[in-house]
């Protein structure tokens, strides 16, 4: 699961780029940070109150993905994942109706509400946007083997969770070839399966 929602980031995220053409990630927050501080030091605040909106838009999605974990602890997963859905799906007509920015503020905020899909406990939660920490994590996994100490396994699924990221980012590159409504329709059934399956999982887990 956790390899097809960074799938699923990847292409959201290369959607909301290439959207704007202006460097701003709808998922990927150290981009934008960066981007941010940059802006502020030359002065240009009209132009960094996108990037500002942006993450806090994603915290926000966060935040409030967290609360419906805390209260529908049986059932959170399914309902987050239907709601990213539902915001996706929404993006394909607000971007008919109002400015380009707009669309971008709904999904990142789909893919900070997203980010709770995968929490373990009320304290623990994978990110699922942490390109970073992947690439990371398969360098010291790296390491570990060449000194005879690692796990192959660990190593492989590291590289993995960055590569799910990567493909991910290419499809919705060649997606949005065509045109943003039908690159949207793609994450969003992706989404809904993804929901779908979450739902009969619980229920399985219920039954037994």
């Known amino acids: 699961m956790p390899f097809l929602l960074l799938f699923l980031a990847g292409i959201v995220d290369a959607i909301g780029f290439i959207h704007l053409k202006n460097g701003l990630f709808v998922s990927f927050m150290s981009g934008n940070t960066t981007h941010v ?7 240009q605040y009209g132009q960094s109150m996108s990037y500002i909106g942006v ?8 935040t409030v993905g967290e609360m419906i974990a ?4 049986k059932n959170y997963r399914w309902l987050v994942m239907s709601a990213v859905s539902i915001l996706l ?3 394909i007509f607000i971007e008919k109706i109002t400015i380009p920015m707009a669309t971008n503020f709904v999904l990142a905020f789909a893919m900070g ?3 709770i899909a995968l929490r373990i406990t009320i304290s623990k939660a994978m990110p699922l946007t942490f390109a970073t920490a992947f690439l990371a994590n398969t360098g010291r996994e790296l390491a570990m083997l060449l000194l005879g100490q690692g796990d192959k396994n660990v190593f492989i ?10 493909i991910g980012a290419i499809v919705g590159s060649q997606l949005m070839a065509f045109s ?10 992706l989404c809904l399966c993804i929901a779908g399956l979450l739902f ?8 037994d």
Request: positive net charge; charged residues 10%; hydrophobic residues 55%.
């Open 37 to 43: 501080a940059m802006l502020l030091s030359n002065h």
């Open 55 to 62: 993450i806090l838009l994603f915290v926000t999605g966060i």
């Open 70 to 73: 805390v209260l529908q602890k």
């Open 89 to 91: 799906c929404s993006a």
């Open 113 to 115: 509400l997203q980010n």
């Open 157 to 166: 699924k590291q590289f993995c969770l960055w590569l799910s990221i990567f």
């Open 180 to 189: 943003l409504s039908y690159a949207l329709v793609v994450p969003t059934i």
């Open 200 to 207: 009969w999982l619980k229920e399985l887990t219920n039954e």
